[in-house]
């Protein structure tokens, strides 16, 4: 009995809660999966119809303009939705935002299912985390939990999402604590786990066990061809840096158009009609083209074409706004541009043909490691997918030199740029609430040596405590800040954005 009465019953809780977003993240999320993918089934049956008998074009046309005008409904009454929304959920979490999870949870998953099932090259991964946090976040509506609690079940609930979108538990509590996070805590860790596999096994009672990206054996990388997968890796840093100031200059390209931010949609719903006319194969995230270069051997120009084209159809597409990720398309560029190293590697250095497939998978985990600037959680996604682990270490080594390459240019991760540029655009505005915000202290920084009688912050700001090696205490004007340290600071809910802005500058 005493044994019972020393349990912690809050870890227990907090499990208990995580068990039930993952239940409810993994149905719905499986209920997106199945709905994109009998859509885009549809569609391509569709167009491989429509090439022989070119007189449906005109009913075809209209109803992706229909699919269109629906969407741009969605997006006008709930803005929110636009894009993969994962930037939303970190700023939700940071404190900058409030959103709306009943009003995203159905016009995500019907702008999701429509946008990417129509063919666009959006991948599912951003609507399911989204759409995960709205679910922790309305599971903590329901029970009543504090601020706090609701911060770990959005987090749960996004962990959730991934896993359900890859069947990729590890890399959905990876990517809570790497790149939305960016720090560890023993509670969000059990509930973002407990939540993610829960998901994961009810995707597996829907789709099977298989990994969704099965690429065949793969053969052990040879040790003196390592020094190529970080040159390659470095390669995958200049591109994805490239990749982001397209991606990022793409609302101002579409800015330019005569017409308001939510019609914007209809650009890629119409471009999208000669693709699936022509290049059926071209259609959707990327999967079909990672499959084809898995499958097909590709002369080196045929690549570099189908590089360019998939560029600018997957900005078309993303830079529009319509509600769909990145994840599946910018995996599909890293297997070109690995695909187009690889080939290019067998002509100078003579490597066996056998290893292209290895240079298109570790790209893959490179090129996404570059834009997210998150590598554990691209090893592991990459390795889940496939569904292998003979390439973790060159993986690793492709990775980590993509990271260190993208950190040296000043590369930074994409849904924190998408963050704040789209914070940018909102006015700071007093609230009357107070809110606490925390940052940890980064090794080289400003902050890092720096005495609290030197910090300025904004008006309305003030450092309250500091938790050091799992102790708090309150600072004073001589305290020094070391590397490690969490800055606990209150200040105006309206004010956050502001507050972070200037915080980051020094961090």
Partial sequence: ???????????????????????????????????????????????????????????????????????????????????????????????????????????????????????????????????????????????????????????????????????????????????????????????????????????????????????????QFPLEHYGQLALMGATLAVGGWIYQEVLLYMPKLYRILPIPAYLNGFIPFLLVIPVGLFFPSMLGGGTEVINMLNESSLTLWVLIGIFVFRFIFTHLSYGSGLPGGIFVPVLSLGALIGAIYGNSALILTGIDEAFLRSFIIYAMGGFLTSVTKAPLTSVMLITEMTGSVTHLMPLAIVCMSAYIVADFIGSEPIYEELLHRKLDRKPSVFQGEVTEIEMHVEVDTALDGMMVKHLLMPKGANLVKIRRHDKEFIPHLDTIFSPGDELIITTDRGYVSDVRTQLYKLN
């Avoid at 809660?17 to 149905?27: E, F």
């Avoid at 922790?136 to 079940?153: A, E």
């Fill in 1 to 219: 009995m005493n044994s019972i009465r020393l349990l912690d019953w809050s870890k227990i809780k907090y499990v208990s809660k995580g068990v039930l977003v993952g239940a409810v993240t993994g149905i719905v999320i499986s209920l997106l999966r199945a709905a994109v993918e009998l859509l885009l089934e549809t569609t391509i049956e569709v167009y491989h119809f429509l090439n022989e008998r070119p007189v449906w074009i005109i009913g075809w046309t209209a109803l992706m303009l229909l699919f269109a005008f629906i969407v741009a409904l969605l997006v006008k009454h709930e803005p929110d939705i636009r894009g993969s929304g994962i930037q939303d959920i970190e700023g939700q979490l940071h404190g900058s935002m409030d959103l709306n999870w009943s009003s995203i949870l159905w016009r995500k998953f019907v702008g999701g299912t429509l946008a990417i099932g129509s063919g666009l090259a959006l991948g599912r991964e951003g609507p399911s985390i989204q759409l995960g946090g709205a679910l922790g976040q309305g599971i903590n509506h329901y029970l009543k939990g504090n601020r706090s609690q609701q911060s770990v079940l959005i987090s749960a609930g996004a962990s959730a999402g991934l896993s359900a979108a890859f069947n990729a538990p590890v890399s959905g509590v990876l990517f809570v604590l790497e790149e939305i996070h960016r720090k560890f805590s023993g509670i969000l860790l059990l509930t973002a786990f407990s939540a993610s596999i829960t998901a994961n096994f009810v995707a597996y009672q829907i789709f099977g066990v298989e990994p969704p990206m099965h690429l065949g054996e793969m053969v």
